[in-house]
């Protein structure tokens, strides 16, 4: 039977109540078990947050004892890998992924990740967040590809295609699901799941795109944002959902809510009064599953009695899930194959580390580093918080920080820590290698009695009357690190945040490094010893002082299993760092936003009291070779940049070419600069190559008033370079 007559006939064999289940997804770590069967009893249409013998029950009961027997969907957040399973392969965050500014690397780890899913039965991740990231105090920083709509969207599509392959009803693909719909990262004040004060102009220019390359690369299932757009929450804007998502761009897979988003409307945002009023709106907005709100079910059952809401709303969500259901092709396989023994096997270990060593930025080298045998170092002093925690390199959604019932939260190796990973690179050199936790993060450490040795480093800790009560508390910790350094040829010392100020609940108002972290810094440079920080991280924080107090400045973000042994790589110089920012640092917390591509006219172009410029831009990383940019030409034809990169130092390297457009003259405000292209080019010591980077057809476009996207004639800049920074920028002008 022809599929759209299979779902037609189903639909007109369903009761309400059967097509109501079929919109409900049920989360099992909520409800338990017992209810989670008599829910597959009534042919629910997803599942949430089970694995093992407990899935496969329930996959059973769904086939076998609901009266259609229509297979379920169990979905499961795999976002840096399936990482809620400690056996799987866990990759650095989506932002560490990010850095590499690799596509054909992301789609690969979307496939492994896949593989790994699959090879538990499952077959739907809430992944890739499509969000941009452009104020970081947002909790959810580390979830995203960045702050760039470009960029966003690139890398997106690769790992949309890395987890749903060539078909989905192949053993190793799963369902992808772009999220949140839409503009849910520019909430007001950083604030997460709060109102987003902008216009649908805005929405189209900026934050529209990573999502129509989502649905124009087949993405099955899209999720709504827990937010507002201009005080209509998006769960039940049917403007945004229906007529933008469905009527325009064409989306024809399923979409779901957030979780619990349809009680929200109650709770939280209080544009309902109850459960009837929440649910008939979640399904005119054109919302077709529910997540986690349990109350749909009987609700929407007696909105359609009551004939407050048309029984077609229902027919049309349902037609939509069992469309996506026959792609997969549950029917003939209920629950996904995979590749037995691929979860954590060494294939995918090794793009683990791959993705780790491209996510390194190296931001700032007076030539402390790479550490060679010339620099004589006997012994070096690794110091901080996050050089030994695996929890921090990890960062948010793993087995730590989201476990499903029955998983421990115990570390599961492998991985390598910073401090494993300098050790290693040590073994055999003779050079010593030790190790002081310096502070901590955000706990505080209360110490009674005397304690030797305070008063010599109280001064440093304390300049510009810097006292807080955690410095007297953590002094202990930061006398033992300041008293190991002294006889060090070189310190490492590792900063940052972790997994309880990052996520979902965890915005930050002040991106200054928490604790003591900023005196631990200020203690060990006044010993004149050469010294590399590492930012271990989910988000850009603002770190002058230590930036400028460094000899040496290492962005590692969260950089998954093996981000310790590829920073150590990069310390020692065996890898050459590669990556780039996809994501401005502020000088400090007032400077926020510092996204690079913000529009013109701002009198003086900064405050009175902060720099103009970020204290590192989009785009910027360096090597320990050299790149030279020059020949840039244009074609209007093919929409083709060209441009000649050379390689002037001693090393090989990667560069990562950069291409940006500005609209020099428009009829609205553009930005300065947006990236409109960008491609990775690895070149030996003295080499040249001619490169050819094909750009979209809408780097030159605009949005109007009136919301249309149109090429006003003018003149545009084309500039292609090292950063998003003028001064690594070259330019030509060319004429529409």
Sequence with gaps: MEQNAFIDKLISEMTV????????????SVVGMEAAREWARKGVGSFLNVLGDDMRELSRISCEESRLKIPTIFGIDAVHGHCLNKDATIFPSQLAMACSWNRELVEKIGHITATEVATEGIQWTFSPILCLARDPRWGRTNETFGEDKY??????????????????????????????????????????????????????????????????AGCATFMTAYGSIDGTPLTANEKVLRGLLRDELGFDGFLVTD???VNALIRRQKVCADHGEASNAAAKAGNDMIMSTLEFYDAIIDQVKQGKINESYLDEAVKHILKVKLRLGLWEKPLKKGVPGSIGCQEHLDTALEAARDGVVLLKNNGVLPVTPDKKIRKIGVIGPNADDIRAQYGDWTYFTHPVPGIEKEPQRPFVTLLEGIRKQCEG???EVCYSYGCSVNRRYYYKGNYPGIPEFMEMCYEDNAYNADYYQEMPLVSEAARMARDCDLIVVAIGDNYNQVGEYNDRANLEPSGMQAALVRVLSKFNIPMVTVLISSKPLAIPEIAGRSDALICA???????????????????????????????????????????????EGRYVDCPKDPLFAFGEGLSYTKFEYSELAFDKETNTVYVTVTNTGDFKGTETVQIYVNDVVSSVMTAVKNLVGFDRVELMPGESRALKIKIDEDAFTVVL????????????EVMAGHSSKDEDLIKIMVTF
């Design 429 to 431: 050199t003779g050079i």
């Design 151 to 216: 960029l966003s969207g690139e890398l997106g599509v690769s790992i949309i295609k890395g987890y749903q392959g060539e078909d989905l009803s192949d053993d190793t693909a799963i369902l992808a699901c772009a999220k949140h719909f839409i503009a849910y990262g520019e909430a007001t004040g950083a604030r997460d799941s709060y109102d987003t004060e902008i216009t649908m102009r805005k929405i189209r220019d900026e934050f529209l795109p990573p999502f129509k390359k989502a649905v124009d």
């Design 17 to 28: 109540e059967e097509k109501a289940a079929q919109m409900l997804q049920v989360p099992v």
């Design 259 to 261: 979780w619990d988003t």
């Design 705 to 716: 008033p009136d919301e249309r996207r149109v090429i006003e004639p003018g003149q545009f």
């Design 557 to 603: 973000f969260n950089g998954g299993m093996f981000g310790g042994q590829a920073v150590a790589e990069v310390i020692f110089g065996k890898i050459n760092p590669s990556g780039r920012l996809p994501i401005s640092f502020p000088v400090l917390t007032g400077q926020v936003p510092v996204y690079y591509n913000q529009f013109p006219g701002w009198h």
